[in-house]
């Protein structure tokens, strides 16, 4: 059987402009699927934030239950982060009646702008949640349930 060499090359590999193509091809199709991926993984971390902060609820009740105020994060025996490190926990105006516990994104899940501030707020026996870009959790109602309903 004798084979032209050309034959013989087309039939071993692909070519240059072969690879290029299927290269560009796998770009594009990447560009185009790494904000819904990216999306998703801040959603995923987010839920740990939640369930940190719940996590935080419960100890503040059992803290309660035994003193007479709310507890900052070390008396009720809470880690300052999630346990993901993406996000800071604090306890602000812990008192007799209420307190406010945040749960604020760190390193790459900052970028997570609208969600970025996570806040649970309990006041005389009424709970409260928010959300935002900055500190004063200020998103309006349908940004706040996405940040808040997973």
Known sequence: ??????????????????????????????SVAYP???????KVKRCEALTALMQLQ?????????????????????????PGRNYLLSVA????????AVAQATGTQASDRKCRYLRLAFQAGNLATSSGETESADNDAQ????????
Do not use: K
């Not at 007479?68 to 009720?76: A, F, H, N, Q």
């Not at 105006?93 to 406010?100: F, K, L, R």
């Not at 940004?143 to 997973?150: D, G, H, I, K, S």
């Open 1 to 30: 059987m004798n084979s032209s060499p050309r034959t013989r090359r087309h039939a071993a590999g692909f070519t240059l402009v072969e690879v290029m193509i299927a290269t560009a091809i796998s770009g594009v199709l990447a």
């Open 36 to 42: 819904s991926f990216s999306g998703v993984m801040h």
């Open 58 to 82: 419960q100890a503040e009740e059992r803290w309660r239950s035994d003193n007479s105020r709310y507890g900052t994060l070390d008396e009720v025996g809470v880690a300052s982060a999630a």
């Open 93 to 100: 105006d812990a008192s007799a009646t209420g307190y406010v």
């Open 143 to 150: 940004a706040n349930r996405q940040c808040w309903n997973q």
